[in-house]
């Protein structure tokens, strides 16, 4: 015969192993805060935007197989930007002690579809490295590009800026504890069930019949320790007051 849980057995469950999803859920928000406050260690960001198009043209009107051209050629710019050839050259001037491919990981380049400028962004622990790295790639790369690719079309519309008091990009305490509490619960709640379905005593008249199948023929009550005093106590009391009536 099949086992069948209802509504009313889940929030029995539930309510019965509150205290141990409540403090499931804390420990997995505390322990979040900690490592994102005190042990990792902060990353900032710092970006550019640069434009993809011809200095000059002899037509008075825009091309728009030239803006096409300029667009596809973005895909091409973006491997560039983190070849070798340019990181090379921003290791040696700005005397970074990393290299070419620890550099490489630090940077992102992404582009809106069907336009000609794309962004340049670069993540480092220092807020001021991250400026200075993210400027020296895109004058390296403006300077290069016409070399290598034989098209004077780069131009960069917004160098990076130190900012008074940057933030942070990661880590993001607040949303790493939020996610720390949902796995909290999620955690809590199934160990609740997995408690539940490993206890196999039977506590309730309705653990008999759902178990055993068996039906209830009468029930024995519970008796306290005041139940089991109280006749003691009105023994005491009778003999008492027999002894003084004797007496008197």
């Known amino acids: 015969m099949e086992e069948t849980i209802s509504l009313k057995d889940i929030a029995v469950t539930l309510r019965k192993r509150l205290m141990l999803i409540a403090v499931l859920a804390?420990?997995?928000v505390a322990v979040s805060g900690i490592v994102s406050y005190f042990i990792l260690t902060p990353v900032y960001q710092a970006s550019?935007?640069?434009?993809?198009?011809?200095k000059s043209s002899e037509q008075p009107v825009l091309d728009p197989n030239q803006v096409r051209t300029n667009v596809e050629m973005i895909n091409t710019y973006s491997v560039i930007i983190k070849s070798p050839i340019i990181l090379d050259k921003v290791v040696q001037d700005l005397d970074l002690p990393l290299t070419t491919d620890q550099l490489t990981e630090k940077i992102t380049v992404n582009s809106e579809q069907n336009a000609q400028v794309f962004n340049l962004t670069v993540e480092d622990e220092d807020p001021a490295q991250a400026v200075k790295i993210t400027n020296a790639i895109s004058k390296t790369f403006s300077a290069e590009v016409p070399e290598?690719?034989?098209?004077?079309?780069?131009?960069?519309?917004?160098?990076?800026?130190?900012?008074?008091?940057?933030?942070?990009?990661?880590?993001?305490?607040?949303?790493n504890m939020?996610?720390?509490?949902?796995?909290?619960?999620?955690?809590?709640?199934g160990l609740a069930f997995l408690l539940e379905y490993l206890d196999n005593t039977i506590k309730t008249e309705e653990d008999i019949q759902n178990i055993l199948q068996l039906p209830i023929l009468g029930v024995i009550p519970k008796i306290s320790v005041e139940d089991e005093k109280a006749p003691v106590s009105k023994k005491a009391a009778r003999k008492?007051?027999?002894s003084e009536t004797l007496e008197s």
Request: glycine share 6%; proline share 9%; no cysteine.
């Open 240 to 242: 008492r007051m027999g």
């Open 48 to 54: 550019t935007q640069i434009l993809v198009n011809q």
């Open 148 to 175: 290598i690719m034989n098209v004077d079309n780069v131009k960069v519309l917004s160098p990076a800026v130190l900012k008074d008091n940057p933030s942070p990009v990661k880590p993001k305490p607040l949303l």
């Open 26 to 28: 804390a420990i997995a």
């Open 178 to 189: 939020a996610i720390a509490l949902v796995v909290g619960l999620m955690a809590g709640v």
